[in-house]
């Protein structure tokens, strides 16, 4: 689970998006993702998960400048 990864200091690190069929996780209903790094809602598109997968990329590399 999401909550198993954060916690092991060897993931914790890791972005994680998720993906579900459930829109009102996105609208920050369900606790059990908290800490994700984003969300894509099924179905989704291929540029949707772009953009998500592009802008953890960017985020990344603002904080290692």
Known sequence: TLR?????????DIPVII???SKKIAGGEYE???GAAGFVSKPFSPSDLRS???RLIQEH???AA
């Open 19 to 21: 993906m579900s069929a």
């Open 4 to 12: 198993q990864l954060k916690a092991d200091d060897m993931t914790k």
């Open 32 to 34: 059990g993702f908290q």
């Open 61 to 63: 590399r603002e904080v």
């Open 52 to 54: 998500q997968v592009f």
